[in-house]
């Protein structure tokens, strides 16, 4: 079964949003778009992306406003929800090997469509802990358990 992937664009992020929406699409995942017609603010996208990640419905979110910072703070404002801030195809391959993200953010004031494209790739094709030569996949495994529990604490 495919995975299922939501994205969603402030109107900063749209341009690149599209370009990474194809590649998703023409790679096989199921794409939700919260973008819509209109206009949405970058908060909202946080919101409805990190909300629908935190619930389970989708194992992994794209979102974008002019920096990827907006969208960025509030998606992480959610229990379950490891949004990473990319700037870079190694960030975005790093932050799925040492963090486990499950949600990339990026700003298309910073980004073009093919640098974009490239981070979203590394992101999706990347697994948690995996050939990271720093540290081992045992230490990863742990930091990322840790950081659930401080989480735990949080939210409980
Ligand atoms: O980068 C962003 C948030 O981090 C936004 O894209 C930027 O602030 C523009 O938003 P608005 O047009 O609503 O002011």
Do not use: H, W
């Not at 794409?31 to 935190?54: A, F, L, Q």
């Not at 960025?72 to 090997?97: D, H, M, Q």
């Amino acid at each position: 079964m495919a995975m299922k992937v939501i994205i969603g664009a402030d109107p900063l992020g749209f341009a690149i949003k599209e370009d990474v929406k194809k590649y998703l699409l023409s790679s096989g995942y199921e794409v939700e778009d919260i973008t819509g017609d209109g206009p949405i603010d970058y908060y909202n996208v946080g919101y409805n992306v990190g909300k629908r990640i935190s619930s389970g419905e989708f194992e992994r979110g794209i979102i974008f406003c002019g920096t990827g910072m907006g969208v960025n703070i509030v998606a992480n404002k959610f229990p379950g929800v490891y949004c990473g801030l990319c700037e870079s195809v190694l960030t975005a391959k790093l932050c799925r090997i040492i963090n486990n993200c499950n949600v990339l953010s990026m700003g298309g004031t910073l980004n073009g469509g093919f640098k974009a494209v490239e981070m979203a790739k590394a992101f999706m094709e990347t697994g948690f802990s995996e050939g990271f030569s720093e540290a081992s996949p045992e230490f990863l495994q742990k930091s990322f358990c840790c950081v659930q529990d401080i989480e735990s604490e949080i939210f409980n």
